[in-house]
């Protein structure tokens, strides 16, 4: 009897070729031909799945976006909201093997969403998520007396900063470790504490 192929499966195997031609060889590696050698299946085979190129790169995207949701929705409640805070950041820095894979895709995907309009909306959600988190983090910190109360700036300069660290940690991984990106949380925490703690005696003293 021919063996019965879950479809499911058989998408995020390919999924999973997918991310490894874009880590090894770059986007534009990306391509039927090269993700189904990956694979080790026919373009046929592998076009019985996915029509097109782009509907494979938007499955792979939706897949990382889906990926990093579901992790951090794992994570155990929290009560106290610096450690929260602390784990939150920790699941979208690349600390390690995995999160680092995911980075380098987000970052390539991000970067071809420019000239691709069925990623550039993935690329908006994902985005628009991003800073929703932040609002949500610095919102939680800020009415625990641990970030500055000018929300909106903050969650601009939480994004920018996760996003520069990304940026950074994906060109010259060799300096961005694990333990860099760590003491980088905790210094950026403490710095908000501390801004909060001198906008606060400052309207007292005034």
């Not at 534009?28 to 076009?47: D, F, I, T």
């Not at 784990?87 to 390539?108: G, K, Q, S």
């Not at 929300?151 to 470790?177: F, N, Y």
Request: aromatic residues 4%; charged residues 30%.
């Amino acid at each position: 009897m021919p063996k019965v192929v879950d479809p499911v499966e058989r998408r995020h195997e390919l999924v999973e070729a997918v991310l490894r031609v874009i880590r090894r060889d770059g986007l534009e590696q990306a391509s039927v031909r090269n993700v189904a050698r990956e694979a080790g299946l026919s373009m046929g085979s592998l076009r019985h799945y996915f029509a097109s190129q782009s509907e494979l790169m938007v499955f792979a995207f939706r897949t990382v976006i889906d990926r990093i949701e579901a992790r951090l929705a794992r994570l155990e409640p929290e009560p106290d909201p610096r450690r929260r805070a602390e784990r939150v950041l920790a699941e979208l820095l690349p600390l390690d093997d995995e999160r680092r894979a995911e980075n380098e895709v987000w970052l390539a995907f991000t970067f071809r969403a420019m000239v691709d309009p069925a990623l550039r909306a993935l690329r908006d959600e994902g985005y628009d998520a991003l800073q929703a988190g932040c609002r949500a983090m610095l919102t939680d910190l800020s009415a625990a007396g641990l970030a500055p109360t000018d929300v909106p700036a903050e969650t601009q300069r939480l994004h920018a900063w996760l996003d520069g660290l990304a940026v950074h940690a994906a060109m010259r991984p060799d300096l961005h470790t694990a333990e860099s990106l760590t003491v980088a949380i905790s210094h950026h925490l403490n710095a908000l504490a501390t801004e909060a703690g001198v906008a606060l005696r400052d309207r007292q003293t005034r």
